[in-house]
């Protein structure tokens, strides 16, 4: 009986344990899909009730030391045009000193969310992370997997027109990456 309930003790936690590598295993190189512009209403219905957080995703990799306007160039190329906008935000009143030059929303393996913008237009190097409490300890698994994407050799920076509006500054700014060359060139408030 004795030697039973040994063998019983050292098998559960090695079950235990198989399964939750292969929990682990599964979580490797998660799938990011990024959600288009025309899908945020659906993307806000689904995750109306969840608690955002940037815990997680703060251990700093590469991509936080570049300029952000480069970032938004390279998730371009990635992922295409941004989930919204600071004219998608102003279109429905929303202040320009509130709002951020882009975000990127995404749902990471058909069910966790994360949501990527700029921390200050096109004046600050990085990016700032948000997503659900729940999921904080897959998030550095997910953000090694972002990094991995945007910092591909063979990644080609695309192509890109954004307008941001710096309350500090009282300025809005013309945001590309058009022929070679990044700008950000102070211009009266655009027609959105």
Same mark, same amino acid.
């Given at each position: 009986?004795?030697k039973?309930s040994i063998t019983s003790?050292? !098998? @559960?936690p090695l079950i235990?344990l198989?399964?939750?590598?292969d929990a682990e295993?599964q979580f490797?190189?998660?799938? @990011?899909?990024a !959600?288009?512009?025309?899908e945020?209403s659906?993307?806000?219905d689904k995750?109306?009730? !969840?608690a955002w957080?940037? &815990?997680?995703l703060y251990?700093?990799t590469v991509i936080?030391r570049l300029? /952000? ?5 390279? $998730? ?6 941004? /989930? &919204?906008?600071i004219?998608d935000? !102003? ?9 951020? &030059?882009?975000? %990127?929303?995404?749902i @990471?393996?058909?069910?966790i969310? $994360?949501m990527? =913008?700029?921390l200050?237009g096109?004046?600050?190097n990085? =990016?700032?992370?948000?997503?659900a409490?729940r %999921?904080v300890? =897959?998030?550095? &698994?997910?953000?090694?997997? $972002?990094t ?5 050799s063979e =990644?080609?920076?695309?192509?890109y027109?954004d307008?941001?509006y ?5 300025q809005? %700014?013309?945001?590309q990456y058009?022929?070679?060359?990044f700008?950000?060139r102070? @211009?009266?408030?655009p027609?959105f």
């Amino acid at each position: 009986m004795k030697k039973q309930s040994i063998t019983s003790l050292l !098998i @559960i936690p090695l079950i235990l344990l198989l399964n939750f590598s292969d929990a682990e295993a599964q979580f490797d190189d998660p799938e @990011i899909r990024a !959600i288009s512009n025309s899908e945020r209403s659906e993307f806000q219905d689904k995750f109306r009730g !969840i608690a955002w957080t940037g &815990q997680g995703l703060y251990n700093p990799t590469v991509i936080d030391r570049l300029p /952000t306007v480069e970032l938004r160039s390279r $998730l371009q190329a990635v992922f295409g045009d941004p /989930t &919204q906008t600071i004219g998608d935000l !102003i279109k429905e009143n929303f202040r320009p000193g509130k709002a951020v &030059q882009f975000e %990127y929303w995404f749902i @990471i393996d058909d069910e966790i969310p $994360l949501m990527i =913008l700029d921390l200050d237009g096109p004046f600050e190097n990085g =990016l700032v992370y948000v997503g659900a409490s729940r %999921y904080v300890d =897959l998030m550095p &698994q997910v953000k090694r997997t $972002l990094t991995r994407k945007l910092m591909n050799s063979e =990644l080609e920076l695309a192509a890109y027109c954004d307008y941001f509006y710096s309350p500090e500054r009282e300025q809005w %700014y013309k945001v590309q990456y058009k022929d070679g060359e990044f700008s950000r060139r102070p @211009i009266d408030r655009p027609e959105f």
